[in-house]
């Protein structure tokens, strides 16, 4: 009964593997001298497929940012690899390097510090042209900004208004056609519209849809909203504490969560329908996630987890199948639970 | 004329009322109509929550019942306020005064920065229980600690000196809900209480809220933008856009049969963790501008259903069923309507 990957086929466009990012902790102001580490990303995996959305979502300060940055190579990863369409996109430099990152874009989550305040909208949706100048379009570049305004539904008239004579939806319209200009085929949206209202949040997601369906473009979608994330995405990840607790299609991960620690994120979402109430099984977290920077031994979940045994304290669990469950889990274990989604 | 929302669920005196309140906003690019008749009441033991987009008015609302507007900018042009029957508009400061913490209480947003950051968050609750009861110092910090174990943190004892960037943002929370239940108030207003933190963070903090008002029975003003929280805590809803109540009921009848358009509008347009992702139906255009409102209803401009009457009128806020209010033209269109959605078999 486990449901049908629809990208089954698909070409891979991304492929990351073991990605490992930690940020030293030093102390001393001359001789300064690591006392530790916060392991922001710790041995993620995961492909994404052309015309696909992987979601990954987490709390705060589970690395999700950090990997949005290390798929960007603005923050240069300490160990693992990242192959986007068969190229190592860590070893690339120079010319082939900027060849490639025109297909990569990013799309931030704050529309009011991610656009230069004293810039008019048409140089900030031009500016990737004088970045990657080889890219410029045929038709003219102002020609090309009055196009990608009318893709992502503003009026091409007001290529020369600034930012502030934006509203927040409009603004991130306007970071999205920045991301679009150079054609890319992978965007990371990084909490792209958890600064939004509801009803204007609504309108940037279905943008995001019809925009993938007419470019052919991957997703990976960052956000701490599981709503959201179910949503738009095809497949999910789950990250806690720098690693990926579980990781499968959006159907399995919602109706049966497997690793404990989405089952109390999924149970802990409030569904905006006052006939559940007291329907569903609300397990309630004990305490805060630990700090990243002295993680727990063994499985990083344990001491917040109703499972945990001594085997969870010695070892850490891979992110592995498990029989009868269709997604990979990291959990010694892992068992789906359907209690915990409303249904 | 004036509607307030009836009371279903508890049939005591209602401890605060809420009569065609009006707040304006004097700046130099107009006049900016933040609440244009806002009606509502309160009893013990309840919970309201105000619900609204970015604009809407809400934290405008609780800043004015608490006394704690910016003045000017802010100017409040009418209405009153009633805590128990005396209107707090007309009562001079100082009675004022006694009454915010003792009987009308505030969490904020963002609690990192409503704690002073140079104090520790034990003297700061003591600071309540010093000024407004007189205790001295030792007393104080004993009830503070007491305080602290009441809203679930941990080796509270140790913890009460610590400062407010000691604490994770949850435990942060706890501290201002413990400050700003230590006298036991009446009302409790919860602007935003659970908007910066993680679900699971949430989750715990929401369902301390409720414990907490189940022991003391205190009415509480919960004032959010998130259709999920509302749906599992309250007991009666008031949907506000451009600075009024649109649409006012129980939580049942809101989600179930609502009567006016936006709030259908809100609900369609959430994506919901419990099913599949269809195209989501987006309400078009954006807010109008509190300086300069549409003659009609404020929301006939994204409104799908306005017609040349929605343009030029402005609709009251009307009882359209036992308890439930709506402000639109066609209420009772979209009533029958998301009755016809409720009967249809999934």
């Known amino acids: 009964m486990s449901p049908r990957d629809p990208f089954e086929n698909a070409e891979t466009v991304l492929e990351v593997e073991n990605l490992v990012k930690h940020f030293p902790i030093t102390q001393g102001i001359v001789f300064q001298r690591q006392i530790g580490a916060v392991k922001a990303v710790d041995d993620v995996s995961f492909q994404l497929r052309r015309g696909e959305t992987l979601g990954i979502v987490g709390e705060s300060g589970c690395g999700k940012s950090t990997l949005a940055k290390l798929l960007m190579r603005l923050e240069q990863p300490d160990a693992g690899s990242i192959f986007f369409r068969g190229e190592d996109f860590l070893a690339v430099r120079g010319e082939q390097l900027r060849r490639l990152r025109r297909k990569i874009q990013i799309i931030f989550q704050d529309p009011y510090t991610s656009l230069n305040p004293r810039m008019s909208v048409g140089d900030i949706i031009a500016e990737p042209f004088k970045v990657h100048p080889e890219a410029k379009p045929a038709q003219g570049i102002r020609n090309r900004v009055k196009e990608l305004l009318e893709v992502v539904g503003l009026n091409p008239d007001h290529i020369n208004r600034y930012p502030h004579q934006f509203s927040g939806g409009q603004r991130q319209r306007i970071g999205i056609a920045r991301g679009l200009a150079l054609n890319p085929d992978v965007i990371i949206l990084d909490e792209p519209v958890s600064a939004l209202d509801v009803s204007v949040q609504a309108q940037v997601m279905n943008l995001l849809d019809d925009l993938q369906k007419e470019f052919g473009l991957s997703y990976i979608f960052i956000a701490h909203d599981l709503s959201v994330v179910r949503h738009i995405s095809d497949r999910v990840g789950v990250m806690y504490l720098g690693r990926l607790a579980e990781l499968g299609l959006d159907e399995e991960i919602y109706s049966g969560p497997a690793h404990p620690y989405t089952q109390a994120l999924l149970s802990a979402v409030p569904v905006p329908d006052p006939t559940l109430r007291g329907q569903r099984e609300q397990i309630v977290l004990k305490g805060d996630p630990p700090n990243p920077a002295d993680p727990p031994s063994g499985c990083r979940f344990r001491t917040r987890c109703w499972k945990a045994t001594e085997l969870c304290e010695a070892e850490e669990p891979e992110l592995t199948f498990h029989p009868g469950i269709g997604q990979l889990a990291a959990c010694h274990y892992a068992d789906t639970n359907e209690d915990v989604v409303a249904s | ?346």
């Open chain 2, 1 to 346: 004329m004036t509607a307030d929302i009836p009371n279903d669920v508890v049939d005591d005196a209602p401890l605060l009322e809420v009569r065609d309140l009006q707040v304006e906003f004097r700046t130099k690019a107009g006049v900016a109509q933040a609440i244009n008749g806002l009606n509502f009441t309160l009893h013990s033991g309840e919970t309201l929550a105000i619900l609204g987009e970015s604009g809407s008015g809400k934290s405008v609302t609780a800043q004015t019942i608490m006394g704690i507007l910016d003045m000017p900018p802010g100017h409040i042009a009418g209405g009153e306020i009633r805590y128990r029957g005396e209107d707090l508009l007309q009562m001079p400061e100082e009675q004022r005064r006694k009454l915010r913490g003792m009987d009308i209480s505030m969490i904020f947003q963002d609690a990192l920065s409503s704690l002073n950051p140079v104090l520790p968050v034990g003297w700061q609750i003591a600071e309540m229980f010093r000024v407004h009861l007189g205790f001295n110092r030792k007393d104080a910090r004993a009830r503070a600690v007491e305080m602290m174990q009441k809203v679930g943190i941990p080796a509270a004892e140790k913890r009460v000196w610590d400062f407010p960037h000691q604490f994770s943002g949850g435990m942060r929370q706890r501290i201002m809900i413990a400050m700003a239940i230590s006298l036991d108030p009446d009302v409790l207003i919860a602007d935003e209480p659970t908007t910066a933190l993680d679900v699971t963070v949430q989750a715990q903090v929401m369902s301390l809220l409720q414990e907490l008002q189940m022991e003391s029975r205190m009415g509480l003003i919960l004032i959010t933008h998130d259709l999920g929280v509302v749906a599992d805590v309250a007991d009666k809803i008031a949907v506000m856009y451009s600075g009024r109540v649109m649409e006012s009921a129980d939580v049942y009848t809101i989600y179930a049969r609502t009567a006016h358009p936006y709030t259908k509008g809100l609900l369609d347009s959430i994506p919901r963790i419990d099913a599949e992702g269809e195209k989501l139906k987006a309400i078009p255009g954006l807010p109008p501008s509190l300086t300069a409102l549409p003659p009609g209803c404020p929301f006939s401009p994204r409104c799908e259903f306005a017609t040349e009457l929605c343009r030029e009128e402005r609709p009251e806020l009307r009882e359209i069923a036992p308890g439930h209010r709506s402000a639109c033209h066609h209420a009772e269109k979209i009533h029958a309507m998301s009755e016809e959605a409720q009967n249809e078999p999934a």
